[in-house]
């Protein structure tokens, strides 16, 4: 894409970098395995705490870099998503603000008015969403790539989004990546009843039915010997129902397949993420080199010498061949410690691209998830409600939950850190070329101001990292890294492939 020019995006003051597990320097109150009446209050209290950052979710109202992939640039059907949930709004709020009156008039009014209520909310989310749960990106935008038939690439919508803003959002990730994706629609009820529906499926463990058949979808594709390779986004309220499947997914599938499987979030408002080493000896493991677990690498430098084990009592010597012991435990199968690599580097900074470029990153990392990444605004308030809460601060019980997976919080100028999709996450991280003859975007540009940013990379860091801070070298506490050398979703862009394509 030499000829073309690159679309413009706004340039981060700093980006910061959450290591695989890490331990922050704030106490979280709460964690999901926490009784509902207790996720309930703390939800609605952060709720509040954030507030300040709600009408920052839109901003930049102006369109950007995207083009017609921009959730709000011009057009009658961006013009009528918006006018509907503007209505819906303004409808919800009233509604909700009127719910006192109830116990004033007689009960049917009530029940008429409630009625009313629901039919109109109905009729408007049903002109957003469609009839249609599946969709897939349009094949004009991954024409004259590779095929990929190897890999199967899955997306959940966020908040808010319809019919016509989930079809952007596919055909976007299509021109980026260079595969088809698949969408499973998260309908819209307006964005008021989107948030509380957030508190249900936190709070209570509430699966819709979009997670129910999103399941099916990605425990099929993992299942399907033919796939070697299942790439799962998520955005916004995506994250949490994403969470829910994945949580189902490690009761149901063997290692070997969710090892395929790999999960990128942007604006995450889930409360947790799970993934759990394969192993205690793969824990005990990233647990001894922090700096190199931070970049999913602990199994990737030379293991440390397990501490001998005390010599079991001997056992009474049976008096005859009836009499053999039995053991009351079943026999533990062996677990390597690393991967088979020939001359495995000891460096952290050495380590610190290795599973970011690698075709097998569980075999470094010792994770059962094959990878997992979350991109973030630092001003976005469904990010701030999940990920940004949950993954920048420990819980009070050092065996609660760890919000699992590498995380880049991206810290723009102020009013530049919105929540959509397209116009703001996408267009700021993974901005689009445009070929400078015919003015058609034509995939991924292949530098950009957030990829060339450095981060500073910590071990279990005590203290979050402050502005402008960074650590030059690769040994000791921490290194410095370029962004695009731990994004590992910046290695797929326009149909390359992690360890393949340079």
């Keep these: 894409m030499s000829d073309s020019l690159k679309t413009k995006a706004a340039k981060p003051r700093r980006i910061d970098f959450f290591g695989s597990k890490p331990a922050g320097g704030l106490v979280n109150e709460y964690n999901y395995t926490d009784v509902p009446s207790k996720l309930l209050f703390w939800d609605i209290y952060y709720i509040f705490y954030y507030a300040w950052s709600i009408p920052l979710v839109i901003q930049p109202l102006r369109p950007q870099d995207g083009n017609r992939f921009d959730e709000l640039a011009w057009g009658w059907k961006n013009a009528y998503c918006v006018v509907v949930h503007v209505l819906l709004i303004i409808m919800q709020l009233g509604f909700l603000m009127a719910m006192p009156l109830a116990f004033f008039i007689p009960p049917w009014m009530t029940a008429a008015s409630v009625a009313v209520f629901w039919a109109v909310t109905l009729l408007l989310c049903r002109t957003l969403n469609g009839s249609r749960m599946t969709y897939m990106s349009d094949p004009k935008y991954t024409a004259g790539r590779e095929a ?65 058949r999103c399941y099916v979808e990605v425990k099929k594709a993992l299942s399907d010997e033919k796939k070697t390779k299942v790439v799962f986004i998520l955005h916004s309220q995506g994250g949490i ?8 997914l490690l009761q149901e599938l063997p290692q070997n397949l969710l090892s395929k499987l790999e999960v990128y979030t942007f604006g995450n408002a889930a409360n947790h993420f799970n993934g759990p080493y394969r192993s205690a000896a793969a824990q005990s493991e990233a647990e001894k080199k922090p700096l190199a677990a931070a970049v999913d690498a602990a199994l990737g430098a030379k293991p440390t010498a ?3 084990a005390a010599d079991p009592k001997p056992q009474e010597k049976p008096t005859s061949n009836n009499d053999t012991p039995r053991s009351t435990h079943p026999p533990t199968p062996p677990t390597p410690l690393s991967p088979n690599v020939t001359t495995p580097p000891t460096s952290p900074g050495a380590l610190a691209g290795r599973e970011t470029a690698s075709r097998d990153p569980a075999a470094l990392s010792g994770n059962a998830i094959g990878h997992i ?24 019980d050092r065996n609660a939950p760890i919000f699992a997976g590498r995380a880049f919080r991206r810290v723009g100028p102020w009013g530049q850190e919105g929540h959509l999709l397209c116009q703001h996450y996408l267009n700021a991280m993974f901005p689009l070329e445009q070929d400078p003859r015919t003015g058609e975007l034509v995939g991924c540009a292949d530098t950009n101001d957030f990829m060339e940013s450095e981060v500073a990379v910590r071990p279990d860091s005590e203290d979050e990292p402050g502005p402008g801070e960074s650590l030059g070298g690769d040994e000791g506490d921490g290194m410095t890294r370029k962004v695009k050398d731990l994004s590992r979703l910046w290695q797929y862009r326009n149909g390359r492939s992690p360890g393949v394509d340079a």
């Design 148 to 212: 990929h038939e190897n890999e199967q690439w899955l997306y959940i919508n966020g908040i808010s989004i319809g019919e016509h803003w989930l079809k952007n959002n596919l055909d976007r990730l299509a021109l980026t990546f260079g595969r088809p994706v698949l969408g499973i629609h998260n309908s819209t009820y307006g964005i008021v009843f989107d948030l509380l529906e957030c508190i249900v499926q936190r709070t209570f463990g509430y699966a819709t039915e979009d997670i129910r």
């Design 241 to 248: 129902e994403g969470g829910a499947i994945i949580d189902w």
């Design 306 to 308: 397990p501490t001998p």
């Design 373 to 396: 990444e979350h991109y973030c605004h630092s001003t976005d308030f469904v990010a701030l409600w999940g990920v940004l809460h949950f993954k920048t601060a420990s819980a009070a």
